[in-house]
């Protein structure tokens, strides 16, 4: 570090991790803390007050900032594909899932764990069927994927779900939809229980409306369009019950809400009639979050199977690209 | 040390592709060189819809009847487009009137199961009876010979009918014809590599599968993509999707002579580069690699083909030129000398096939480079097309080259292109014997260049003038006449140029001078970098071509 009056500012500032004294460092820190937190408290006002000013002489209000994120400045992606491309909806006409989206076929999902499971993962799969409308839970018994896949195909089921899990703790989620695939293999994480949920609350059975957020790439688009696949087409906005499927920077939380409008401004009741209307959330559970591993074509078959997408370890070469 | 760690991106070079996709779409992407930019799709033929898919494709860049695009869907039907303006020229449905005991199936229209799927498809390159001549093979073995006659207006087309049908056995997934056209290799799940004769119909040849391993057990059949290697017809090449490659010799034996195993997922796809020796394999996540025939060895990877399966290769005849499509949606370039991706392509659909086009004149035109400097503006008589091209912002990897007419744009770049391939290839190994044979082209590029620049100051073009390698040569050719002779005099002589600029700079007497270059080249030699102000002669040459070089890249 250089010495010298320019120097010793930000050396004060900024580093107090050189001191050594425990006591001293401590006292130091707290101070730094103290003071960023003061400047930020201060720019948040000026900036709110320009605002304001802006607002009273009926001027535009200095534009807000976007701030940069590493999504915000994720690597230039070739396979971002807009809505209305000719060739995008030639193709998802007459893909696995355009029945599905054409309303001729109604999802029946066939869950399953693997061998032998824990009463922990059983535990996610009650509260998985309460999240899947169509879903009927199968024990795995002994019988290996492809023949779970023949017998599925034959009830006329619409996708199997196989759950994984490693140490009595879910790891994995197979979903291959039937009868001509694709399957993808998510990587399975961060899970909850309704248990775990603080104020959770028991979904009632109506058909969820479904959110999916941020799949723009054509591999994102056609994995929002399987997972989509496994809800019914016409939520019962009745039961105000949805879920989300929400991507960001590749990893899809799942997540599982029931929301109400408050019209009175309030949750007291407050007899105030032009009150904005608030929106209140409450979580249903199960959460968890997904990350893609593989996508295969057809049905499952780790073997001869092919390939649309399978995650490789040079993928990982940089923090801003993003495959979803 | 390789003085160039990373390669200039050489670009792609005017290139025009036929691709197809399971969506039932005929693209053509043309490159128009290194200075355009990344390739274009430029037509798109075709309705893609249920039942369209394009389950196999077979480019005729030349014939009879013009250049032919060859498509078989997954509903059975065959077209055959026109390779310059896509328009179908005929159209059948090539069902099997009926096959050697192998039923038809019911489900005809899903490809994935039906037994009269299209699994191989050959035109006849010699017409007969003025006549274009198809040969298709359904998934249940029947091979058919249909005819199309000319229309009226003299293209190929009209009804199509069966010459000959007979059956090959049930479980066809490939289909080759050998390069005189007669006889044709067939293989599948279940069925091995079958030769047969186009003339006599009668099976020549059926290869054996290989021994069982040490415990017992044999590797099941299944080929997916068939070959013949060189123009004899005796060699054939099966990848299969146990991930092996195996190469038969028809005239030797029935077991392969050769197996080549590759990963643990199964190969889809190869093709054959014309060197005869080395074949390209995709497998079905995505990995490309090469095997040396000769050493039945695998000579590397193609980095950069990502994640998708690997459908269809194509290696240009003449170009060192690899494209693969498979189920990633893209189209890939690469060089297959550097092995670098040169260029790729998104093509939105799930691809099936992809095969060059290699009629000359139908090669899109090259672009020209950029206008970059002063220099430069004064050609006046240079095409609008590049001026737009430069205009539109297409081109902003402008090299600074000095510009030519375009009648000399062409030999031009392909110089480039070669001194890119040759630089990569020295830095590796230094080959220095490789380098005389190109010298000239070495010094002509080089002037070029250098007068784009116009701040040349002694203008007398030596040997020693030049760039890169030759000056790792020009080194040690040097280092060699110390050894011979101790420099007699010619040192001084081919370091002429620069000697008096040096002199003038560093205002030393020029016998002093002499003297310490050589001692400082053998010094820089020995510990890479020359340090300290006493820069040998050669050594700061060599920094300011560096410089230069750098920059040129980054322009």
Not at chain 1, 28 to 53: F, G, I, N, T, Y
Not at chain 2, 66 to 80: C, H, I, N
Not at chain 2, 470 to 496: A, I, M, P, T, Y
Request: with cysteine; hydrophobic share 30%; glycine share 10%.
């Amino acid at each position: 570090m250089a010495g010298g009056g320019e120097g010793r500012a930000p050396k004060r500032r900024g580093l107090p991790s050189g001191i050594k004294n425990k006591v001293k460092r401590g006292e130091v820190h707290a101070r730094v803390q103290q003071e960023k937190k003061k400047e930020k408290k201060q720019r948040v006002l000026k900036r709110k007050k320009e605002e304001e000013a802006a607002v009273a002489l009926g001027e535009a209000p200095p534009p807000k900032k976007i701030p940069r994120t590493i999504e915000g400045t994720r690597e230039v992606d070739d396979t971002l594909v807009r809505p209305d491309d000719q060739e995008l909806q030639a193709e998802e006409a007459q893909d696995e899932f355009s029945g599905h989206f054409a309303r001729a076929v109604a999802p029946k999902v066939l869950v399953t764990t693997c061998r032998r499971p824990s009463k922990g993962l059983l535990r996610f799969v009650a509260e998985l069927l309460g999240l899947l409308p169509g879903a009927h839970f199968y024990k795995r018994a002994d019988y290996a994927v492809k023949q779970m896949v023949q017998y599925a195909t034959a009830r006329g089921f619409t996708a199997l779900l196989v759950l994984h899990e490693n140490r009595k703790r879910p790891n994995g989620l197979l979903l291959v939809s039937l009868p001509a695939g694709p399957t993808a293999h998510f990587r399975l994480s961060s899970l909850k229980l309704r248990a775990d949920i603080p104020g959770a609350g028991r979904p009632t059975r109506h058909i969820p409306e479904l959110i999916l957020n941020n799949f723009s790439t054509r591999l994102g688009l056609r994995v929002g369009r399987q997972l989509a696949s496994l809800f019914p087409q016409a939520p019962q906005f009745r039961g105000r019950r949805v879920v989300t499927f929400h991507n960001q920077r590749d990893y899809i939380f799942v997540r599982h809400h029931r929301y109400i409008f408050e019209e009175r401004g309030g949750r007291k009741g407050g007899a105030d009639p032009g009150a904005p209307v608030l929106a209140r959330l409450q979580e249903c559970g199960p959460r968890f979050t997904l990350k893609l591993l593989s996508l295969q074509k057809g049905t499952f078959d780790s073997k001869a199977g092919e390939y649309e997408w399978a995650h490789k370890s040079d993928m990982d070469t940089s923090r801003r690209r993003f495959f979803l | 040390m390789p003085r160039f760690s990373t390669l200039p991106a050489s670009g792609c070079r005017p290139i025009r592709l036929i691709t197809a996709d399971e969506l039932g779409y005929v693209k053509v992407v043309e490159s128009r060189g290194q200075n355009a930019g990344p390739p274009e799709v430029v037509a798109r033929w075709g309705d893609g819809g249920r039942g369209k898919g394009v389950e196999r494709m077979q480019v005729t860049s030349s014939g009879p009847f013009g250049g032919l695009v060859t498509v078989a869907r997954s509903d059975q039907t065959v077209e055959l487009l026109d390779i310059a303006s896509g328009q179908p020229h005929a159209s059948f449905i090539a069902t099997p009137l009926q096959t050697n005991g192998n039923k038809p199936s019911a489900n005809t229209l899903n490809p994935a199961t039906s037994q009269d799927a299209v699994r191989g498809i050959h035109l006849f390159q010699q017409p007969t009876e003025e006549a274009v001549q198809v040969l298709t093979c359904s998934r249940g073995g029947a091979v058919s010979q249909w005819k199309v006659p000319p229309r009226e207006d003299g293209g190929a087309g009209g009804a199509a009918s069966t010459v000959a049908e007979w059956g090959v056995g049930s479980g066809v997934e490939s289909l080759a014809v050998d390069h005189k056209e007669q006889s044709l290799v067939v293989g599948g799940k279940g069925l091995d590599a079958t030769l047969w004769s186009l003339e006599t119909r009668a099976k020549l040849w059926q290869a054996k599968n290989t021994r069982p391993d040490a415990l017992g057990l044999q590797t099941p059949v299944w080929v997916t993509q068939l070959l013949f290697l060189g123009g004899d017809g005796n060699r054939v090449l099966a990848a299969t999707g146990h991930h092996q490659l195996r190469l038969y010799d028809v005239k030797a034996q029935r077991r392969p002579v050769m197996v080549m195993e590759y990963g643990e997922l199964p190969i889809w796809s190869v093709a054959e580069d014309p060197s005869g020796h080395v074949v390209y394999a995709g497998n079905s996540t995505g990995d490309i690699v090469s095997f040396d025939l000769r050493t039945g060895t695998k000579s590397g990877g193609f980095p950069g083909s990502v994640s998708g399966s690997v459908r269809s290769l194509a290696v240009h005849p003449t170009e060192p030129l690899l494209a693969s499509v498979g189920l990633d949606r893209f189209l890939r370039i690469h060089n297959t000398q550097t092995r670098q991706l040169q260029a790729k392509l998104f093509l939105k659909q799930q691809m099936v096939a992809c095969a060059f086009d290699t009629d000359p004149a139908r090669q899109p035109e090259e672009a020209e480079p950029p206008v970059e400097d002063e220099a430069a503006s004064d050609d006046d008589d240079r095409p609008m097309r590049h001026v737009a091209a430069s205009d539109s912002g297409r081109d902003d990897d402008g090299d600074l080259e000095e510009e030519e007419g375009a009648s000399g744009r062409k030999r031009k770049s392909d110089k480039v292109g070669r001194k890119s391939e040759k630089r990569a290839r020295s830095t590796k190994k230094h080959e220095e014997e490789e380098m005389d044979s190109d010298e000239e082209a070495w010094d002509d590029s080089d002037s070029d260049e250098e007068e784009g620049f116009g701040e040349r100051k002694g203008g007398r073009k030596t040997e020693g003038r030049k760039t890169g390698e030759s000056n790792q040569k020009r080194k040690k050719s040097r280092r060699n006449d110390d050894e011979d002779s101790k420099g007699e005099g010619f040192d001084g002589e081919q370091f002429g140029t620069y000697s008096d600029e040096e002199s003038e700079e560093e205002g030393l007497p020029k016998k002093k001078r002499k003297s310490r270059s050589t001692g400082q080249s053998d010094s820089g030699r020995k510990g890479g970098r020359p340090r300290g102000k006493g820069v040998g002669v050669s050594d700061k040459r060599r920094i300011s071509i560096g410089k230069k070089k750098s920059h040129k890249k980054r322009t």
